[in-house]
């Protein structure tokens, strides 16, 4: 088959006609049998019916017959349709027809099998890439990211459902756009909001004819959108959403055929990622005070040691001691006891620099503070701040006032010297160990004057 369907009408339509001028010729001058005239007009007729989704071939047939007509007359003063060959002109254009019709049915199902191919293709390589995926927030991403590259569209969205507020988030957008991450709407706001409601796919070709269409402020020039609910059962999770700037491409019932797929795969991967994060959350969390645990400190610790030395950049670890804490045990109980533990861990969680500064339960009443970009005259004053706030903040439990202490024990990274993670660690636990001999103060490695502890 040509690729060029306008190279191959010229080369068709122009072979015609020098067809048509040989055999006339042929026919008049030299003695070309009759006949010969329809093996050519069959040959060009029926590949202009197989080439082309134009009926080209009726225009040939006409050219041909007024040619004939024009021959018969010339040669025998009669018309040829007034005999046999009237019958041989119309089966050629029946069969002619037929040919089309199969040749272009043939062509939508091969043009339509390439499609399905190439979809399923795509959702392929989509489905395995989502399920791959174990973190939330870069799943939601790639979900939508997906979407878009799926449909050819301009633009994807996800929302997700919050029951306590009753709104919908965007969580995920692609091409992202900072600003818009975190818009939220009520069910019933916009198409998302519509589907949310119907919990059923919407597609909306003139999106700014429908009668709840957001501000272009908010909707950047959408002109067509397709949005399908994500659902666990029947309850609503979500809305997965594409759309289209431009208003002469329309979305069909197969491209939200195709979304709607996309949506329920998505909608395990989402359960099996939230899964997935509850149980990490669980194994690395404290079950008592709900900070990181032993294992996840260290986990914490090593990435920020490391990245440390990579750059060349200040590091500081603490670790702490809750004064007289077995007496707390022994004289208000173990329920007491718990009870101060959540307290000083909710005591240390807001002491610390927010989103840098990471906490941990040690073990037992002990625990540890990282200090990120920070060295030791930092973090010596950040650790005095976190004892000002934790000593005059007394616990009220059961109608009785504890005031908590603790001791602490501080070391840094050198920055003109090397030091193992492990000796990172011990050099505090050992400063924890000095200023446990005191109590209600905190001891520091200093690094000037090597393996030397001073109390404070």
């Known amino acids: ?38 093996v050519v007009s069959v040959l060009f007729v029926f590949s202009s019916a197989i080439l082309h ?39 050629i254009i029946a069969a002619g027809e037929v040919i089309h019709q199969i040749s272009s049915q043939r062509r939508r199902v091969d043009v339509l099998s390439q499609r399905r191919i190439q979809e399923l293709e795509v ?54 756009d900072p600003d818009q991450i975190g818009f939220k709407m009520k069910p019933g706001e916009g198409a998302m909001g519509r589907v949310a409601v119907t919990k059923r796919p919407l597609i909306l070709n003139d999106y700014k004819a429908f009668v709840n269409s957001l501000a272009d402020d908010v909707t950047t020039g959408v002109e067509a959108t397709l949005d399908v ?41 989402i359960e099996n990622a939230r899964l997935y994060k509850d149980v990490r959350h669980l194994a690395f969390t404290d079950a008592l005070t709900g900070i990181n645990n032993r294992r996840r400190l260290f986990e914490l610790l090593d990435e920020e040691y490391r990245r440390a030395l990579r750059y060349q950049r200040p590091l500081s670890f603490m670790l702490m001691d809750i004064d007289h804490f077995k007496k707390i045990n022994d004289v208000y109980g173990h329920a007491a006891g718990d009870e101060v533990l959540r307290w000083f861990a909710k005591q240390c969680g807001t002491g610390i620099r927010q989103k840098l500064d990471l906490i941990g339960r040690f073990g037992g009443e002990e625990f540890a503070v990282i200090y990120p970009e920070a060295d030791l005259v930092s973090a010596i004053g950040a650790a005095a701040r ?49 200023a446990k001999e005191k109590r209600n103060c905190m001891a520091y490695w200093d690094n000037k004057k090597a393996m030397t502890v001073r109390t404070r």
């Open 1 to 38: 088959m040509l690729t060029n369907p306008w190279s191959s009408v010229r080369i068709i339509f122009g072979g015609s006609i020098i067809a048509l001028i040989a055999v006339a010729l042929g026919v008049i001058n030299w003695d070309v049998p009759y006949w010969f005239i329809h």
């Open 53 to 91: 989704q134009h009926r080209i071939y009726l225009y040939i047939v006409l050219i041909f017959i007024v040619t004939h007509l024009g021959v018969d007359l010339y040669i025998s003063g009669r018309s040829f349709l007034l005999g046999s060959d009237a019958v041989q002109w119309l089966s």
């Open 123 to 176: 959702m392929n390589e989509t489905l395995t890439s989502i399920s791959s995926e174990l973190e939330l927030n870069s799943l939601l991403q790639t979900i939508t990211e997906r979407a878009v590259k799926l449909l050819d569209v301009t633009l994807g969205e996800l929302l997700l459902f919050d029951k306590q507020t009753g709104e919908m988030e965007i969580v995920a957008q692609y091409p992202l």
């Open 229 to 269: 609910p994500l659902l666990k059962g029947s309850e609503f999770i979500g809305v997965l959403g594409v759309a289209r700037h431009n208003k002469q491409h329309k979305f069909t019932h197969d491209d939200q055929r195709l979304l709607t797929v996309l949506a329920s795969q998505a909608m395990i991967a």
């Open 386 to 434: 976190l004892r000002s706030q934790v000593s005059g903040s007394p616990i009220q439990y059961n109608d009785m006032e504890l005031h908590i202490t603790f001791s602490a024990g501080l070391a840094s990274l050198p920055l003109d010297a090397e030091i193992s993670f492990e000796q990172l660690i011990d050099r505090a636990d050992k400063a924890l160990y000095l």
